[in-house]
C-alpha cells in the first residue's frame, strides 16, 4: 500500500554534504505536503524542513541556510540536501508525506545520518 522509502544516509564527517531522498508510493504525492523530521538519541522527533503541494519551503532555524528541500512530483520524490553537516545534525531522518485537508499523514521507515567531529 503506501510507501516511503528514504536512502541516502551514512556517515560524513562535519563540513560535508549528503542528499536524501524519499520515494513515494500508493498516495497521491501532488496532494501532500512532504517533510523531512529527524530525532536524534533521547530528544524528540522534530521537523527539519517541509515543502508544500504547491511548492513553498520552510525549514527549522537551526538549519537555515544549509539544507534545501525539494520535490520532484514526475518522480513521487522528495529530496533533502544536506550541507555544512554539524556533529549535532546527527539523527534517524524520517519522511514525512501529509494530506492537510485530510489530516492524515504517512512515515517511512527513516534513515541514518551520522556526522563525525
Known amino acids: 500500500q503506501v510507501q516511503l522509502v528514504e536512502s541516502g544516509g551514512g556517515l560524513v564527517q562535519a563540513g560535508g554534504s549528503l542528499r536524501l531522498s524519499c520515494a513515494a508510493s500508493?498516495?497521491?504525492?501532488?496532494?501532500?505536503?512532504m517533510g523531512w523530521y529527524r530525532q536524534a538519541a533521547g530528544k524528540q522527533r522534530e521537523l527539519v524542513a517541509f515543502?508544500?503541494?504547491?511548492?513553498?519551503?520552510n525549514y527549522t532555524d537551526s538549519v537555515k541556510g544549509r539544507f534545501t528541500i525539494s520535490r520532484d512530483n514526475a518522480k513521487n520524490t522528495v529530496y533533502l540536501q544536506m550541507n555544512s553537516l554539524k556533529p549535532e545534525d546527527t539523527a534517524v531522518y524520517y519522511c514525512?508525506?501529509?494530506?492537510?485537508?485530510?489530516?492524515?499523514?504517512?512515515w517511512g521507515q527513516g534513515t541514518q545520518v551520522t556526522v563525525s567531529s
Open positions: 515543502i508544500t503541494t504547491g511548492g513553498t519551503t
Open positions: 514525512n508525506a501529509k494530506r492537510m485537508f485530510l489530516k492524515i499523514e504517512y
Open positions: 500508493g498516495i497521491i504525492f501532488s496532494l501532500n505536503r
